[in-house]
């Protein structure tokens, strides 16, 4: 892989292409390369049948679902129908979401957490690496007494960011709804804390990093994960 995008960037050196544009194509060149790095486990069915799975299907397999992606229309729509086979097949057991993730989204990241409070079963959360924004949504939105992340884990929760462009009476609209879209996440963290409303809201108006102890005490998860029970 190294010898590929060494070979590429000489390539694109020697034609005198921006430099800029060599960086963006190489990132794609990696970024295409990890998406397509799936690895792979072989089990031996009942039957003495090698069956071979990728090993996020193989955890499905076990009701954990591994949520390590920015929050996009694409990486929620996995996620909910993830969620949603695992209710068919055994309703009633915990299904494990594991977060790292820097957030994204909100209408994308809402979506999960309905799908969340629509299914039967306990979602049990666990927060590692990074957890940021809708992703610290997530993570504080399991079943209570379920959420938990790994000791090294950062957690942050800050105010929604937007983009909006386009002309003013559109921009005011989008702007009134992006009010209404925080106010409901602010509600959200706000009922999942145990903290009052105005409390979040004043967090929130930086980045609001906390260490997995300290989240504990900010009620954003129950429990700092160490060891499996």
Excluded at 31 to 40: A, T, V
Excluded at 186 to 199: A, F, I, P, R, V
């Amino acid at each position: 892989m190294q010898n590929i995008i060494e070979k590429f960037e000489i390539a694109g050196k020697s034609a005198n292409i921006n430099k800029k544009l060599i960086s963006s194509s190489t990132n794609k060149l990696i970024d295409h390369s990890i998406k397509n790095l799936s690895p792979s486990v072989i089990e031996e069915s009942s039957s003495g049948q090698l069956i071979s799975y990728d090993v996020y299907s193989r955890l499905l397999k076990d009701r954990i679902i591994y949520f390590c992606h920015p929050v996009t229309t694409e990486t929620s729509n996995i996620a909910i129908a993830q969620i949603l086979f695992l209710e068919m097949t055994e309703g009633k057991k915990d299904i494990t979401f594991y977060i790292m993730s820097p957030g994204g989204e909100i209408d994308s990241g809402s979506a999960i957490l309905d799908t969340f409070e629509l299914v039967s079963c306990d979602i049990k959360t666990v927060g590692m690496g990074v957890v940021a924004s809708m992703g610290t949504m997530l993570l504080s939105s399991g079943t209570k007494g379920k959420r938990y992340a790994l000791p090294s884990s950062r957690i942050m929760m800050h105010e929604l960011a937007s983009g909006f462009e386009g002309k003013m009476k559109d921009l005011k609209v989008s702007y009134e709804q992006c009010q209404i879209m925080e106010k409901r996440l602010y509600e959200k963290l706000s009922k999942n804390t145990g903290q009052d409303y105005e409390t979040i809201f004043n967090k929130c108006q930086k980045d609001y990093w906390v260490s997995a102890e300290q989240a504990v005490g900010e009620g954003l998860i129950d429990e700092v994960l160490i060891k499996r029970k």
